[in-house]
C-alpha cells in the first residue's frame, strides 16, 4: 500500500460528524509521514487536515486541498514500572486509544473517552472532558513544519497549552503533527471531582478506581447527555465555556446566585457554564429547520438531517447574540469554521 493515497471529488458528508453536504477537489490519505515534506511540497495553498471531521463545520465546499492521516500504530518508547511512555500515530482514533490505555490499566486519559476525533487533533484543541485536559498527559507533540522544512519534537512547554487552545490553534497552517508522545501511569490519582462522575461509578470502585471503572463512567454519562454524532449530526460541545475576571463573574452570581462558576486559570480567573448561559437564554432545544440546539444539552448545536454549514452557523451567530445582549458575555464557537 502507498504512503499516500489521492481521491477526486470527494462527497464529505461522511467524513464531517456535523452530517453537512459538502465536496472537495482533492482529498489525500497519508499512511506514513515520511511522505508529509514531499506531500506539502505539490500545494499552492495550505491543506486542511480532517481527522474524523468533528471539531469543524463546512460552511461551504473547501476551496483547498483535505489530508487525512491514516497512521494509527502504538509504539512503546519506555516502561519504568510505573509510567509508560506512547508514541501515537496521528490517525489513531481518540476514543480506542483511550480504551487501549484503560484496558492495560494505565492511569491518564480515562476522563477524556468518548470524545470524537483523532490522535493528531488532540493538541491542536487541547480537548478536556470532566476536569481533565489531554495536555496533562502529553509528554511531546511530532510535528512537520511546511514553511521551513524541518522537524521539530515540540516539548509539553512549547505547545504553549492553554484553556482550548495551544501554539498548534494559534496558527493551524504552521504545524503538521503526525504522532504525540503520551505519559501514562500504573499509579495515578483519579480525577473524580467533576460533577456527577463519581456518582456514575459502581458503588464498590468510588474509593479507588480503576482507570476502565473511570472510563466506562466516562462513556455513560457522555452516552446519556449527548446525541450520537452517527444519529444526529453534531460537533460535540459547540461553544467554549468563557473565562472571565473574578470581578466579572463576582458581579454575575450576585445578579444570578444559581450562576455556575468554576476556578479559570488563575485565582483571578472565573469559567462559566457556556451550557448555563445558553439554557437561561432560551436556546435549549430550539430548531430552525435541520439545525438546532440538542434538547438534552444546550452546547451541542445539531444537523437534523439536511442542515447546511451557513444553517447551522446563522444558529450560532444568534445564539452568541442572545446570550451577549443578556448577560454582557460574549461566547465563542470552538469548532472551526470553514
Sequence with gaps: MSAIERLEDVELRQLNTMGIAARAAELFE?????????????????????????????????????????NADIELISDDGDRVQWRV???????????????????????????????????????????????????S??????????????????CEFAYRD??????LSRFVITDVTFNLYRRGEPRLDYAGLRDALPDAATLTPTPQQIADAVVAIRKAKLPDPTVLGNAGSFFKNPIVSLQVADALV???????????????????SAAWLIDQSGWKGHRDGDAGVAPGHALVLVNYGNASGADIMNLAQRIMDSVEQRFGIRIEPEPRVV
Design 30 to 70: 497519508v499512511r506514513d509521514p515520511v511522505a508529509v515534506p514531499a506531500l506539502w511540497a505539490r500545494f499552492d495553498t495550505a491543506p486542511l487536515v480532517v481527522g474524523s471531521g468533528s471539531n469543524i463545520v463546512l460552511a461551504a465546499d473547501p476551496r483547498m486541498p483535505l489530508v487525512r492521516f491514516r
Design 89 to 139: 500515530g496521528a490517525g489513531k482514533i481518540w476514543h480506542e486509544l483511550v480504551m487501549d490505555s484503560v484496558a492495560q490499566g494505565l492511569f491518564g486519559l480515562e476522563n477524556l473517552a468518548y470524545i470524537p476525533g483523532t490522535v493528531g487533533a488532540c493538541p491542536i484543541q487541547n480537548i478536556g472532558a470532566y476536569g481533565v485536559e489531554v495536555n496533562s498527559a502529553i509528554e
Design 141 to 158: 507533540v511530532h510535528a512537520f513544519e511546511p514553511r521551513t522544512g524541518e522537524w521539530y519534537h515540540l516539548s509539553n512547554a512549547d
Design 166 to 171: 495551544s501554539l498548534f490553534k494559534q496558527d
Design 254 to 272: 450576585a445578579q444570578y446566585p444559581q450562576m455556575p462558576v468554576f476556578r479559570g486559570s488563575s485565582d483571578a480567573t472565573r469559567k462559566l
